[in-house]
């Protein structure tokens, strides 16, 4: 079983940030958050991960709480081509497979 | 640098037939994923496979499912005599030995078990 929870779905309106929670209560020190989506039909994209500290990279910034037990994925200006299932996922850092749940299904409209 | 490759994209077997699928990873990465995603559902891990090892096979079904991935070419999951519960979208990862859990997907094989 997933780990984590996420709501099943939101939307957002395009040019405006999306915001995405995730609730990972039980996740343990050496475990990190990774956000994959999985745009209709196509095979899943990472996006981003992290740790502990917040992240940033060209698609997305990462937010972790202090106690580590949720975060938030933020699309800072959402377009068209966000809309999509995404995914949070809790993990090592040393490979192994990665357990999907639900996922929160991003919808962003004009 | 190229993606993840599958093939075929799209593949239809009869009942009772076997279906290979196949994935090159990208260059220079030697670990091998592949997941199952039913009609209407989430995606599931199968298998994780290194270089002529498997790793992790404990999402293969016991039966009728292998895979491999040898020294050279691409990994194969090999599915012997297909029934209509096998129809899916599957999808092969990779990563290289350095990485996290930073898998890189390849565009799938949807599998149509007529």
């Known amino acids: 079983d997933a780990k984590t929870t996420q709501p099943p779905s939101m939307d957002c309106a395009e040019g405006r940030a999306a915001n995405l929670p995730c609730n990972h209560s039980?996740?343990?020190?050496?475990?990190?958050v990774y956000w994959y989506r999985q745009i209709h039909s196509q095979g899943p994209q990472y996006i981003i991960h992290?740790?502990?500290n917040n992240e940033t990279n060209e698609m997305a910034s990462l937010i972790i709480t202090e106690d580590r037990k949720s975060s938030t994925l933020i699309l800072p200006h959402a377009t068209l081509r966000d809309t999509a299932v995404y995914y949070c996922?809790?993990?090592?850092?040393?490979?192994?497979?990665?357990?999907f749940g639900q996922g929160t299904e991003l919808s962003v409209k004009p | 640098n190229a993606g993840v490759m599958q093939n075929p994209r799209h593949l239809v077997r009869r009942r009772g037939q076997e279906a290979r699928l196949r994935c090159s990873p990208m260059?220079?990465?030697?670990?091998v994923y592949w997941y199952r995603q039913l009609p209407e559902e989430g995606l599931k891990f199968m298998v994780y496979?290194?270089?002529?090892?498997?790793?992790?096979e404990s999402g293969m079904p016991k039966e009728r499912f292998s895979a491999e991935f040898p020294k050279e070419g691409p990994s194969i999951l090999r599915i012997q005599q297909v029934v209509r519960g096998d129809s899916a979208a599957y999808f092969c990862?990779?990563?290289?030995?350095?990485?996290?859990?930073?898998?890189?997907f390849g565009p799938g094989t949807r599998l149509t078990v007529l």
């Open positions: 996922i809790v993990g090592n850092n040393q490979g192994g497979k990665l357990i």
């Open positions: 496979l290194q270089k002529e090892n498997i790793i992790d």
């Open positions: 039980t996740i343990s020190g050496n475990e990190y």
């Open positions: 260059k220079g990465h030697s670990h």
């Open positions: 992290g740790l502990k």
């Open positions: 990862a990779s990563s290289p030995l350095t990485a996290g859990n930073e898998q890189f």
